[in-house]
């Protein structure tokens, strides 16, 4: 529960601090950006709490990311593609928490 209350916390507020006139908006795409979370459906079992998500799932893979960067470049796509970053670093953040990265992200 924490970590779905964190991947709602964080664009709250991003959304209420960096878009403070379009805040209710700017939240409704950020968070719905955890749709992302739909490719852990293909993992079996669904959920594991000592699996790391980055580069195990297909949305969360190190292609996925860089397409989610690029996302950030073009004015229509850049609140989906923030949200996603937000996501993915959450996700990274808690892969580093659970002593559990993958080796490929560590320079």
């Known amino acids: ?3 779905i209350a964190i ?4 664009p709250a ?4 601090w960096v878009f403070p006139e ?8 950020l968070a719905s950006t955890m749709l992302v979370d739909l490719d852990h459906l293909l993992a079996s079992p669904i959920y594991d709490p000592s699996r790391c998500s980055i580069g195990f799932h297909p949305l969360h893979g190190y292609i996925a990311i860089g ?3 690029l996302m950030l470049l073009h004015k229509k796509s850049r609140l989906v593609g923030l949200g996603l ?3 993915m670093l ?7 928490v659970m002593d559990n990265l ?3 992200l560590i320079p």
């Open 67 to 69: 397409g989610y960067g």
């Open 7 to 10: 991947h709602l916390l964080v």
């Open 90 to 96: 959450l996700d990274t953040f808690d892969c580093i």
């Open 22 to 29: 379009n805040k209710y908006r700017v939240f409704l795409i």
């Open 13 to 16: 507020l991003v959304a209420i």
């Open 102 to 104: 993958p080796l490929a």
């Open 85 to 87: 970053m937000i996501h």
């Open 1 to 3: 529960m924490l970590h």
